[in-house]
Nanobody, 126 residues
Framework: AVQLVESGGGSVQAGVSLRLSCVASDVTYTHSCMGWFRQAPGTEREMVASINSDGGTRYADSVKGRFTVSKDNAENTLYLQMNSLKSEDTAMYYC????????????????????WGQGTMVTVFS
């Protein structure tokens, strides 16, 4: 199975920015949807953002206007630019890849997810 590898997490002060990256272990891996979800300790998983092959994006209301998802097709890398970070953004962030149709759930950024990352931790302190 294709493995996705996230990077870019860290511990930062509220108000600053971070950019997360996600690269597929197989550079030939293709998908019609990629995205991010997050999970804070003791909370439910939450869809953060997704982007499809047409460039269409979707965001959780909690991050709209602050986070931007993008994809570099040449590098097969998914990004999540996170600005104006808040303490409530503290969570493990996971990258996924999948399709536009098939099984999904409210916390999944894509349908028919077939690739997962191990996660990268983001801690925002006041």
């Amino acid at each position: 199975a294709v493995q996705l590898v996230e990077s870019g997490g860290g511990s930062v002060q509220a108000g600053v920015s971070l950019r997360l990256s996600c690269v597929a272990s197989d550079v030939t891996y293709t998908h019609s949807c990629m995205g991010w979800f997050r999970q804070a300790p003791g909370t439910e998983r939450e869809m953060v953002a997704s982007i499809n092959s047409d460039g269409g994006t979707r965001y959780a209301d909690s991050v709209k206007g602050r986070f931007t998802v993008s994809k570099d097709n040449a590098e097969n890398t998914l990004y999540l630019q996170m600005n104006s970070l808040k303490s409530e953004d503290t969570a493990m962030y996971y990258c996924t890849g999948g399709g536009d149709m098939g099984y999904s759930s409210s916390w999944l950024p894509c349908a028919a997810v077939d690739a997962w990352g191990q996660g990268t931790m983001v801690t925002v302190f006041s």
